[in-house]
């Protein structure tokens, strides 16, 4: 193929350089002013950049949130998702994709008319229940009723049809049961899925706004995005904690990010097929 | 071990009955908090409830007749009506044109993929606190970049006409890299024989796009337009956090109405928020169903 510089390929670069520079601009700005002392956010013309940098609107954060509290409760919430979720997915998954019994076609069309269901529907009648179940404002109360996912058992089965047949019965000639055949045979296979998807659970919760606002009262409760949410509301912390707390709940999943850029890509992307 | 319980064992171990334990957990997980809380919604609806679950009384279809005579209600449908509108073409518009670009792997494609999808890991909560201090009309950059330009100094979340606009613009800037990937997907799958027969027959690039890219990517594009849709029907985490509805009420959704109607504003009315939330349902329900029928449409005309 010939390679030319037409008009349109410079109009490409042009405008994808100036999606980048739009993309970026917001985080590049939170991390001067995260960083800016807090007088200089009443600056008039306001600037992106400060005459000098201190930590103090990091020392100060501790003080002014529940920031600590924050953190831990979004880790055991997500975090849990995360391994209970794709436990029991894959469980299920594999079930669906390998193993012969009655009602399989009905109970997977079933989940994936689950999948269907928007959780705006289901928000009060699941505060409700977990109210009556004693759960409310607890880890199990935000947990449980995320342990299993319909798009979760979606996603394995179709990673368990791909592996070749017969790949049970060496397992069952060696005396193996059901689910050590699962467990010691087929997960072992399935790494790079059950990562995929657990990363696409830990971004969907870690993100989740509305479910554990519904599901938490107190304040000790309350996860990064609704304890930063409830905060910023009320509007009584000054500038530069608020944009330390929101770098700092940003971090961790960029962190992860950078090193596992794959498997966020993946889940999307998988996600797109089932269309 | 003891007998009975080597007996169970053996008996649960062979494949057609192991099934059921392998699924159990799942399908009860997503039964006891999809399908129960779902009939549950119809229940309530019909009930007087309040959010400390004092129930007060059986009212039938009352409150979806009062569905009818809501002003607020039927401004808030306005409200998500008009964002769904102009936002999901936007991002569609926006996730096609630069996944049609980056979906080439060279190293700097690579690079602005990754870029781009950065903002959609990022939570709204967090997006949010960013740009209701990057728009603020005193101290925000971005409104001061606007006078420099000559414009007017734009009050974006604070203004009344111009909230939902922000909102819109807010969402675009942090999804549209969410839906690029799918599309990238999509196109990727495309075998480039295409593209070369194509060349051949003397094809320029807008006509390769218009013959081959859209009709090879229209599953994934159905499914891209169809989620967005569903996704921007149930509107709530951006304005939470920016305008909180305001300003007078310009941006309150439907979701948002929910929310307020149950969990912010006496009398906490849990029956009348899910009576609401049912018909949401419909409507949602309704416009999947109709976008799908045409995409599918769409897609045997051009097969």
């Not at chain 1, 007088?39 to 008039?44: D, I, P, T």
């Not at chain 2, 959609?120 to 606190?129: D, E, N, Q």
């Not at chain 2, 593209?195 to 094809?203: F, H, I, R, V």
């Not at chain 2, 109405?257 to 006496?266: D, E, L, S």
Request: with cysteine.
């Amino acid at each position: 193929m010939e390679r030319r510089i037409t008009g349109g390929k410079i109009l490409a670069f042009i405008g994808s350089a100036a999606l980048l520079v739009a993309v970026l601009h917001p985080f590049l700005w939170l991390l001067a002013a995260a960083f800016k002392p807090e007088q200089e956010f009443m600056k008039y013309p306001p600037t992106v950049f400060a005459s000098h940098y201190t930590f103090d609107s990091f020392a100060k954060v501790w003080d002014s949130i529940p920031l600590l509290d924050f953190f831990k409760n979004t880790v055991i919430f997500s975090v849990g998702v995360m391994i209970l979720s794709v436990f029991l997915d894959s469980m299920a998954g594999y079930a669906f994709a390998r193993m012969k019994f009655k009602g399989n076609k009905t109970l997977f069309t079933l989940v994936l008319v689950t999948m269907m269901i928007p959780f705006q529907v289901l928000m009060i009648p699941l505060f409700v229940e977990v109210f009556k179940l004693g759960m409310l404002d607890t880890y199990w109360g935000l947990i449980i009723p995320r342990a299993a996912s319909a798009f979760g058992i979606y996603l394995m089965r179709s990673f368990f049809i791909s592996l070749p047949k017969d790949l049970e019965e060496s397992g069952r000639i060696d005396g193996l049961s059901e689910f050590q055949i699962y467990r010691k045979i087929m997960l072992p296979l399935c790494n790079s899925s059950m990562i995929t998807l657990g990363i696409f659970h830990l971004m969907n919760n870690w993100n989740d706004l509305l479910y554990p606002l519904m599901l938490t009262s107190s304040t000790e409760m309350r996860t990064l995005s609704a304890g930063l949410a409830m905060f910023v509301g009320q509007r009584n912390i000054e500038y530069g904690p608020t944009l330390a707390a929101s770098l700092l709940a940003l971090l961790p999943l960029l962190v992860v990010y950078v090193f596992a850029q794959r498997f966020f890509v993946q889940g999307v992307a998988t996600s797109g097929l089932k269309g | 071990m003891t007998k009975s319980f080597k007996n169970a064992l053996r008996v649960w171990n062979r494949p057609d009955r192991a099934a059921y334990l392998f699924i159990a957990p799942a399908l009860a997980i997503l039964f006891l908090f999809t399908v129960v809380p779902l009939l549950a919604t119809l229940v309530i609806s019909t009930l007087d409830m309040d959010v400390f679950l004092q129930v007060k009384g059986f009212v039938g279809f009352d409150h979806f007749s009062a569905l009818f005579r809501d002003e607020r209600l039927l401004d808030a449908a306005l409200h998500t009506i008009y964002f769904a509108g102009v936002e999901v073409p936007l991002q569609i518009a926006l996730a096609l044109l630069i996944a049609v670009y980056v979906s080439k792997n060279t190293r700097f494609r690579k690079f602005l993929r990754s870029v781009y999808f950065v903002p959609s890991i990022c939570s709204f909560t967090a997006i949010g606190i960013l740009a209701s201090f990057l728009l603020d009309p005193q101290t925000g950059v971005y409104p001061n970049y606007l006078t420099h330009l000559g414009l007017p100094r734009l009050e974006f979340f604070r203004d009344p006409t111009w909230a939902m606009p922000s909102v819109i613009l807010l969402t675009v800037w942090r999804s549209f890299g969410y839906s690029m990937i799918i599309l990238v997907a999509g196109i990727q799958s495309i075998p480039d024989s295409y593209y070369e027969a194509a060349q051949l027959d003397g094809a320029s690039k807008p006509r390769q796009f218009f013959s081959i890219t859209v009709p090879m990517l229209m599953p994934a594009l159905s499914f891209t337009v169809i989620t967005t849709m569903i996704a921007a029907l149930q509107v709530f985490d951006q304005i939470f956090v920016t305008t909180q509805g305001g300003p007078l009420n310009k941006t309150e959704t439907i979701v948002g109405y929910i929310y307020n109607t149950g969990f912010q504003m006496a009398p906490y009315d849990l029956g009348y928020a899910s009576a609401i939330s049912v018909m949401l349902f419909v409507l949602i329900m309704a416009i999947t169903l109709v976008m799908n029928q045409y995409f599918l449409r769409k897609e045997s005309d051009m097969a």
